[in-house]
């Protein structure tokens, strides 16, 4: 499958923004069912892209403007040939050892109620480590309920279970830190998710899990849809939860009030046949 991606942050100010710095994870790369035709980012706004590698092999833009700016529009087009591999990543650049994500954030961190809800998922059936994956995938949206919608703050996983409501992010917290407490490594994915019913608007980008499985490797769940992530989705940032791999993080000096609004089109279609 081809994806199409057209992905707008558009930025205004009270006043001019001085110093602003956008730390832009944006770029996906090449692994085993994914292939970036092309890929590019724009702004409106003249200043200085330069290209970085981050310690989880994220590729990472540093914007910065050349001077103060009252609005500030990231523009990025791409296509990316998929195909379906049942969520197995392979091909795919690792930088850190595997433990490394059994580490705690602030994000993902399981309050004790977390703790008990992840170890009897773990005890209420085949203790293989798929089995009992694809049985947590199904059980947090059971507990958590997905309301689609735009990332606002980042919420820690436990506030997000006490609330049994949240958006992708915050289910995909729940995941990673019930996966971690059962001692599963387990990291957060941004990218992008093309709809099932053919619309090309999206109303942001999506996230989901990737926990690692004895002799697959690293498997990708995402507890929103229910589903092992397959050819509509492309794989974009890693981290060890949502702040990690954002698309878009930033600081600024001045400028008043900042609104944000964004315009996301995810379009699929039939990739090219090649001779």
């Given at each position: ?233 492309i794989r974009v940032a ?15 000096t001045g400028g008043g ?19």
């Amino acid at each position: 499958m081809r994806i199409r991606v057209v992905h707008e942050t558009i930025y205004t100010y009270e006043q001019p923004a001085r110093g602003l710095v956008q730390v832009l994870r944006l770029t996906p790369r090449d692994h085993d069912g994914q292939y970036v035709r092309h890929w590019r980012i724009d702004t409106t706004v003249d200043g200085r892209l330069t290209a970085r590698e981050d310690g989880f092999g994220n590729i990472v833009h540093w914007f910065t403007p050349d001077e103060p700016a009252e609005a500030l529009i990231i523009r990025v087009t791409g296509a990316v040939d998929t195909e379906d591999t049942q969520g197995v990543v392979r091909g795919a650049i690792e930088r850190l050892p595997d433990a490394f994500y059994l580490r705690d954030t602030d994000l993902c961190a399981a309050s004790a109620e977390l703790q008990i809800f992840a170890e009897r998922v773990a005890t209420a059936g085949d203790a293989a480590p798929l089995a009992l994956l694809h049985r947590l995938m199904d059980a947090v949206p059971e507990a958590v309920a997905f309301e689609p919608g735009p990332a606002a703050n980042a919420v820690p996983a436990a506030k997000a279970f006490a609330a049994s409501r949240g958006v992708c992010q915050d289910l995909t917290h729940v995941f990673i830190a019930a996966a971690r407490h059962i001692g599963i490594p387990a990291r957060y994915v941004a990218g992008y998710r093309a709809r099932d019913d053919g619309e090309a608007a999206v109303e942001a980008p999506h996230g989901w899990a990737e926990a690692l499985v004895p002799d697959l490797g690293w498997v990708a769940f995402d507890p929103c849809f229910g589903m092992s992530p397959s050819d509509s989705y492309i794989r974009v940032a890693t981290g060890l939860d949502y702040l990690g791999a954002a698309p878009i993080r930033g600081s600024r000096t001045g400028g008043g009030t900042e609104t944000l609004d964004v315009k996301l089109r995810v379009e699929q279609g039939r990739a090219a046949v090649q001779s």
